[in-house]
């Protein structure tokens, strides 16, 4: 059965414990219930978005504010999503925390993430694109238990494409069609037969601060990564959210994705549907296994993509810089 704007809705489908059949309960919670409960946010989020974009084609305005920067945007879409997905998580799961992008960016202590449930949620990955109507904008959800990331959902309203997974249990996307299939990533095991995706960090190198050296440094990175990809590799892309580029790479549709300045939030949910999709994971410098508060992340089908990838991209000390120009 799929509702109007094709996505099925999971949780009215006995299918969703066909996804979950390894998942044993975590503590006093069962996944079916956590996964249900992240599909219907996602697909109630991705009705705000969607609503919101095609009400700017009949001339309504989007809420435009900046953050940190001229290229960090925020708009009243990405605070009323996130409050959304929270208030609903919260009347299911109490007892639950939260980080997310808008309203639950401070500090969680580290006895708390491994003491409980921890869901990290970016409502509108990609708000450049989301500003533009540019229809690559993802609904980022994970849920993590004792500080490790057990369940993933991505959902694209503009393209009706949803990703979720379970750890253990497989990676899965739900088709524009309705059509739910099981997931893998390509098998490319060279860079010159790789197609990249990548991400420039414009939100903290346009940020008005006395860091000018390191911010020319980190120009001086990314764009040196970038020319030896362009003669490198197959070819490179830049979508505009690290949530849909992981699943990308999760599906096959690219083969290694790879940034700096990534938060938490933004690749949490897609690292969980990576993995599943045997996908790996480190720093851009190869330092395994990859933890989501990291700064610089790269994603790979296969280990000796990664591999290859560490050895001719730069890192630096990047993530220094990167905080410099931050407390700036
Ligand atoms: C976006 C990231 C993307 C990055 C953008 C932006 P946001 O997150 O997903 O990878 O390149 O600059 O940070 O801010 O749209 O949630």
Known sequence: ????????????????????????????LEPANALRCALKCAHDAGVMIRN????????????????????????????AV????????????????????ETANGEISQSARSAGFVWIIDPIDGTTNFVHAFPIVTVSIALAYKDESVMGVVYNPLTDEAWFAWKGCGAYMKRACGSIVSIRTSTCTSVGSALISTGFGVAFLRRQTKAVSEQAKILEIVSQNVKVLMTGARDIRRIGSAACDMCYVAMGRTDSYFEFGVREWDIAAGLVILHEAGGESSTIRGATPYSIRGRNVLVADTNALRVELNSVLREDNIIELIEIVESN
């Not at 489908?13 to 975590?26: E, F, M, T």
């Not at 953050?67 to 879409?77: G, N, P, R, Y």
């Open 82 to 101: 996130e409050k959304c997905i929270r208030a609903r998580i919260s009347q299911t799961f109490p007892s639950h925390m939260f980080v997310g992008e």
């Open 1 to 28: 059965m799929t509702n109007a704007n094709g996505l099925k809705h999971l949780s009215d489908l006995d299918l969703i414990y066909s996804y979950l059949v390894n998942a044993g309960k975590l503590g006093d």
């Open 52 to 79: 919101n974009v095609e009400g700017r084609a009949l001339g309504s305005e989007v809420n435009l504010n900046t953050k940190s920067s001229v290229a960090d945007l925020v708009t009243e879409t990405d605070v």
